[in-house]
Each structure stands twice: as C-alpha cells, then as structure tokens.
C-alpha cells in the first residue's frame, strides 16, 4: 500500500523556503511554473545536442573541411558536456538558482548566436563548446530543482514529464534537422532555435525564484582541472574506438591507424589516472564539505543500485539508438529522413506515457514497472540480433516503438528512486552524478557498438558477403552485444525500491 502520512520538512536555517507545502495534493503553481520553464529550456538545449549529426555532410561542403575535422563539432560538445557537468553539484549548491538558470541559457544563446554567425569551421566549433557549457547545467539544474520543489509522493509524475524532454527532443532532433537541410542551409539550425533561447531567458530570468541552501565553500581548482582530464580523458578515449581502423597494406594508412590507436591509449590512461585521483580528492575535501562531487552519495544503497543499473541501460540504449539508423540507411537503404520517422513514434510514444509511468511509480513503487520494463528492453534487444538486410520496416517500426515504451517504464522510476534515496543536501551532487554517468556510459555504448558494427561488417565484407548482407551481420553483432550487457538488469531491477515519502530520513550512512 502506499504511504499515506509523507511531509516535507522545513528547511534548515538559511535555506530558502521551497513551494512545497506538507502533504500537497499538486505542486505549488509557481513551482511548477519554475519547472515547466526549465522543461522547455532543457528541451531546447537537448534538441540542439542532436541536430548536429545530420547537418556534418552539408557542412563538409559548405566549409571546404575534411570529414575527421567535421566531427570536432559533436566531440567537441561531447567533451565539454563530460568536463562541465561534474562541476555542476558543486555550483548548484554554491550559486542561486536564477543566477544557474541565467549562466546556462546565456552561455547556450551565446553559444546558438555565435553558431549562426561563424565565419569559418573554428569559430564555429568554438560556438559548440560555449553551447555545451550551457547545455551541461541544464539537466542537473532541471532535476535538483524538482527534487526541491515537488512533495516526495508526487516527485514521480513530474519526472515523467522530463523523460518526455529526454525522449522526444534526441528524436526530433535529427529529423528536424535533415528536413531543414533538404529545403534551407545549415545555418537554419542555429537561427530557428536562437530566439527560442532568448525568450526562454528573459521569461526565467522574470520568473524564476531562488530555493533551496547555499554554501559558500571556495571551488578547488585542482579538483577542477582533475575532473577535465578525468571525464574528458575518458570521454574522449572512447570517441576513438574504431576509429584506427585495422590499417591496410598502405603504409600511410596504417600509420594513421597506429597514430589513431595510440591516442586512444594515452586518452583513456590519463583519464583513468586523472580520475582516481580526482575520487581521493573528493574524499579528503568531502570532510569539510568542500568537494567537488561530494561521494557520500553513494553511501545510498539505493541510490548506488540505481545508477549502475542507469549507467548499463544508457550504454545499451545509446550504442542501441546510433546503430540502428546506420542499419536503416545502410543494409535497408533509407534516408535519413526516412529513418528518423521510424524512430519518431518510439519517442512519441515514450513522451506520452511518461506522466502516466510517473504516477504509477508514485501509487505503486518501482518493482511495478522497472521489472517489465528492464524484461522489455532485453527481449527487443534480442530481437534485434535477428535483423536481415530484408527485414521489413514496419517491424523495425514496431520493435523499436516497443523498447521505447520499456524505456519509458524504466527511466522515470530510476530517477525518481536515485535522487529520493537522497537528502536534500546532496540532491544536487546526485543529480550531477546521474547526468555525468549518462554522458559517460553513452559515450562508451557508442563506442563500443559502433566499432563491433563496423568490424564485423569489414569481416563479412572480406569473406565475400554483399555490401548490405555484410552491414546487417555487423548490426546483429553490435546488438548482441548490447543485450548481453543488459541481462544483468534482470537481477537489480528487483532489488531497487521506492524511498520513503520522507526526505528528513537520512540517506543511509551519510552524515
């Protein structure tokens, strides 16, 4: 039965009072105004991440640069999303929420403005980084703001509202993007989206309030700079996987092969090293509550549970979603366009329940729907091992809608469950986390996916298959992959629970 008797409790001296009232049939209606607003600059900022993939051919042509230089504009924001988010705990803490809010919607305007005017492929990378850094507070900034605002027994429905941003808007993204390309310039991009930032701006500059504590630690710059070696290190080694190839009989080309493999080595072993040491940074700094990313989090059973099992649905699920259009276009030969409205009723179907998943968490728990939902994503996983270069579309159509709905119902409780297994001093570091591991693991599930893909398609090809029997082989590689390394989710989606609808229990062992 669910809990009947769950309160807010007031906050501690110095801290700003949240709309929150005790036992709140609904959310506060200037909270959740304040969540709406970040809802929208999320969507935006997120539509944008991923409008940039599409437009890489036209801007190959357009800027008269090479295709390994065209990808320094999604890796470039990939980078600066690993660097930035970490940090992100720490200044949500130290900086109020409009001055938050003000910082990531100015510095991603900024960054769209930049983008639209940019004379040259330099300028405009550097555009995308000034986006990223915006783009990274966003999401952390949207979750800790909810976990402030909205009553425990309601946290779940309005997380579902923020898996429609996080299903809808990679979706739109692309398709949006290759139907402006087919009719205007890539320069569209960035001029349809600007204004929509500047006025999501001014309204939450007017609107926004200030909730929740604030520390006035100093940042550590070696944590800092620690973080940027650790995370982007790692990020960015995993960018290059597969991307050595397996050389050739051409010494130049296997130069650059050796060249490219060689950065992938020294990329991850810096991040590796940077990132222990930035961990025994925190540890000692957490003892004055100075860090960075304060690692008391994870003295939360529930909350360490629910981020491993977070952290291997993102790698399966982003290495899932870039594999299948590269066998859409590839072995089945659609376009680009044509691929992406395959996956848009997944996306919209995802958005839809969202709300209505949240709501089920709030009445039911997590058992409910993170079991069937974990059980779903495996089964299409597999399925997907049986692709052919014949299998028809409406199957892929109807497959792929189905793990959009599995994810739908395993999104929404593993958020809700994370941050809740949390007191609200650390909402904000647990948030930062959630965003970090995001980024990380996709990163990797992509990596890994990809270069699967594009070796055992090279192999097929070598041992004589056709050119789209050979690309299917090596999608049923990648996606065997991928549900292998998802089975584990069938044992932790029964061990996650609900927390209880008190946030002054304390997190478990933290003090």
Same mark, same amino acid.
């Given at each position: 039965m669910p809990r009947t008797d769950a309160r807010i409790t007031p906050p501690s001296t110095g801290a700003v009072p949240v709309a929150a009232p005790a036992r709140a049939d609904r959310v506060d209606p200037r909270a959740s105004r304040v969540i709406w607003l970040?809802?929208?600059?999320?969507?935006?900022?997120?539509?944008?991440?991923?409008?940039?993939?599409?437009?890489?051919?036209? +801007?190959?042509?357009? +800027?008269?640069?090479?295709?390994?230089? @065209?990808?320094?504009?999604?890796?470039?924001?990939m980078l600066t999303m690993a660097v930035v988010i970490p940090t992100t705990g720490f200044l949500l803490r130290r900086f109020t929420t409009r001055a938050m809010f003000a910082a990531a919607m100015g510095l991603f305007s900024a960054?769209?403005?930049?983008?639209? *005017?940019?004379?040259?492929?330099?300028? /405009?990378?550097?555009?995308r980084v000034v986006q990223a850094s915006g783009t990274a507070i966003m999401m952390p900034l949207l979750m800790t703001t909810l976990m402030d605002v909205v009553p425990p027994h309601l946290r779940g429905?309005?997380?579902?509202?923020?898996?429609?941003?996080?299903?809808?808007?990679?979706?739109?993204?692309?398709? *949006?993007?290759?139907?402006?390309?087919?009719?205007?310039?890539?320069?569209?991009?960035?001029?349809?989206? *600007?204004p929509i930032a500047l006025i999501t701006l001014a309204v939450g500059v007017r609107w926004i309030h200030n909730l929740g504590e604030r520390t006035h630690a100093p940042i550590d710059v070696l944590s800092v700079v620690? $973080? @940027?070696?650790?995370?982007?290190?790692?990020?960015?080694?995993? $960018?290059?996987?597969?991307?050595?190839?397996?050389g050739g009989a051409d010494a130049a080309a296997q130069a650059a092969a050796d060249a490219a493999n060689t950065t +992938?080595?020294?990329?991850?072993?810096?991040?590796?090293?940077?990132?222990? /040491?930035?961990?025994?940074?925190?540890? #000692?700094?957490?003892?004055?509550?100075?860090? +960075?990313l304060d690692l008391r989090i994870f003295r939360s059973g529930n909350f360490s549970l629910s981020v491993a099992h977070f952290a291997v649905m993102s790698l399966a699920f982003f290495g899932t979603i870039t594999a299948l259009p590269l066998y859409l276009q590839g072995p089945l030969g659609l376009s680009t366009t044509e691929s992406g409205l395959i996956v848009l009723p997944g996306a919209v179907a995802m958005g839809v329940l969202g709300p209505f998943i949240g709501r089920i968490y709030d009445r039911w728990g997590t058992r409910v729907l993170l079991v069937p939902g974990t059980i779903i994503v495996i089964a299409v996983l597999w399925t997907f091992t049986t692709l052919t270069?014949?299998?028809?579309?409406?199957?892929?159509?109807?497959t792929q809608t189905v793990l959009s709905i599995g994810l739908?119902?395993?999104?929404?409780?593993?958020?809700?469950? $994370?941050?809740?297994? *949390?007191?609200?001093?650390?909402?904000?570091?647990?948030?930062?986390?959630? $965003?970090?591991?995001?980024?990380? %693991?996709?990163? %990797?599930?992509? @990596? #890994?996916?990809?270069?699967?893909m594009a070796s055992r398609t090279g192999t097929a090809l070598a041992e004589g298959a056709e050119t789209a029997a050979a690309g299917a082989a090596g999608a049923r590689?990648?996606?065997?992959?991928?549900?292998?390394?998802?089975?584990p989710l069938l044992v932790s989606a029964f061990l996650i629970r609900k927390p209880a609808d008190d946030p002054s229990q304390p997190m478990t062992g933290a003090h």
């Open positions: 970040l809802l929208a600059a999320a969507f935006v900022a997120i539509l944008n991440e991923t409008t940039m993939g599409v437009a890489i051919p036209h +801007l190959i042509g357009d +800027l008269g640069i090479t295709a390994v230089q @065209a990808q320094w504009l999604t890796t470039a924001f960054g769209t403005l930049i983008a639209l *005017l940019a004379p040259g492929f330099e300028v /405009l990378v550097a555009a429905r309005m997380m579902g509202r923020v898996s429609i941003v996080m299903s809808l808007a990679p979706a739109i993204g692309p398709t *949006l993007s290759g139907v402006i390309l087919d009719t205007l310039n890539w320069r569209w991009i960035f001029a349809i989206v *600007l620690l $973080s @940027a070696f650790g995370f982007g290190g790692l990020v960015f080694g995993l $960018s290059q996987i597969g991307g050595g190839g397996h +992938l080595v020294v990329a991850l072993s810096i991040g590796v090293v940077a990132l222990g /040491l930035f961990l025994w940074r925190q540890t #000692v700094l957490q003892r004055h509550d100075d860090a +960075l270069e014949s299998t028809p579309v409406w199957f892929i159509l109807l739908a119902m395993s999104f929404t409780p593993l958020f809700t469950a $994370s941050l809740g297994s *949390l007191t609200p001093k650390y909402y904000s570091y647990g948030s930062a986390t959630v $965003s970090t591991v995001q980024q990380v %693991a996709g990163a %990797a599930g992509v @990596a #890994v996916l990809i270069s699967i590689s990648a996606f065997l992959v991928a549900a292998i390394i998802a089975l």
